[in-house]
C-alpha cells in the first residue's frame, strides 16, 4: 500500500494545476459586466451634465444678447418717430442750418480775432489737500472725504 514517488509527485502535480487554474463563474462575469456597464454609465451622464451645463450658459449668454438687442430696438424705434416728426425737423432748421421763421431775426454774435471766447461755466478750485501719508486708512479717508481727517477722534 505504499506509493511510489512518482505516484505521489503525479498527484501533486494534478492537485497544482487544478488549484493554479482560474475559476470564472457566471457570477464573477456578470459581476464583471455590470461593472463595466456601470462606468460607462457614469462617464456618459458626466459628459452629458458637462454639454447641458455649457448649453445653458451658452442659452442665458443668448437671452441676455436677444434683450440687449430688443432693448437697442425700440429705442432706434423711438428715434425714427422723433427723426420723422416735425419737432426733429425744426430743431435741425434751427440748430445746424440756422434756419428762422418768418418773422424771426438771427443774431450771431461774433467776437474779436484774438480774443478767447468767454468760459461757459466757471472753474471751481479744488481745496488743497496735504499729502497722503502712508498710513492704510488715511487713504481711504481722502478717497469719500474732501477734508482733512479731525485728530480729536484718533
Same mark, same amino acid.
Not at 500500500?1 to 492537485?15: E, F, G, H, P
Not at 462575469?29 to 463595466?36: E, G, R
Not at 461755466?121 to 469719500?144: H, I, N, Q, T
Given at each position: 500500500?505504499?506509493? @511510489?514517488? @512518482?505516484?505521489? !509527485?503525479?498527484?501533486?502535480?494534478?492537485?497544482? /494545476?487544478? $488549484?493554479?487554474?482560474? *475559476?470564472?463563474?457566471?457570477? !464573477?462575469?456578470?459581476?464583471? +459586466?455590470?461593472?463595466?456597464?456601470?462606468?460607462?454609465? +457614469?462617464?456618459?451622464? &458626466?459628459?452629458?451634465?458637462?454639454? !447641458?451645463?455649457?448649453? !445653458?450658459?451658452?442659452?442665458?449668454?443668448?437671452?441676455?444678447?436677444?434683450?440687449?438687442?430688443?432693448?437697442?430696438?425700440?429705442?432706434? &424705434? $423711438?428715434?425714427?418717430? =422723433?427723426? *420723422? @416728426?416735425?419737432? =426733429?425737423?425744426?430743431? +435741425?432748421?434751427?440748430?445746424?442750418?440756422?434756419?428762422?421763421?418768418? #418773422? /424771426?431775426?438771427?443774431?450771431?454774435?461774433?467776437?474779436?480775432? #484774438?480774443?478767447?471766447?468767454?468760459?461757459?461755466?466757471?472753474?471751481?478750485?479744488?481745496?488743497?489737500?496735504?499729502?497722503?501719508?502712508?498710513? &492704510?486708512?488715511?487713504?481711504?479717508? %481722502?478717497? %469719500? %472725504?474732501?477734508?482733512?481727517?479731525?485728530?480729536? +477722534?484718533?
Amino acid at each position: 500500500m505504499q506509493a @511510489s514517488r @512518482s505516484d505521489v !509527485n503525479r498527484s501533486m502535480s494534478t492537485w497544482s /494545476e487544478k $488549484k493554479r487554474a482560474p *475559476q470564472f463563474s457566471l457570477s !464573477n462575469f456578470l459581476i464583471v +459586466i455590470l461593472v463595466t456597464i456601470a462606468l460607462f454609465l +457614469i462617464v456618459d451622464f &458626466g459628459c452629458r451634465a458637462a454639454t !447641458n451645463y455649457r448649453i !445653458n450658459n451658452e442659452s442665458e449668454h443668448l437671452r441676455d444678447g436677444v434683450a440687449d438687442i430688443r432693448a437697442r430696438h425700440e429705442m432706434l &424705434g $423711438k428715434r425714427l418717430e =422723433y427723426v *420723422q @416728426s416735425d419737432a =426733429y425737423v425744426e430743431e +435741425i432748421a434751427r440748430t445746424q442750418l440756422k434756419w428762422t421763421r418768418p #418773422g /424771426e431775426t438771427v443774431v450771431v454774435v461774433v467776437t474779436p480775432a #484774438g480774443t478767447p471766447p468767454d468760459p461757459v461755466s466757471e472753474v471751481v478750485p479744488l481745496p488743497d489737500r496735504p499729502p497722503a501719508p502712508k498710513s &492704510g486708512w488715511l487713504p481711504w479717508w %481722502f478717497l %469719500f %472725504f474732501d477734508t482733512v481727517p479731525p485728530t480729536d +477722534i484718533f
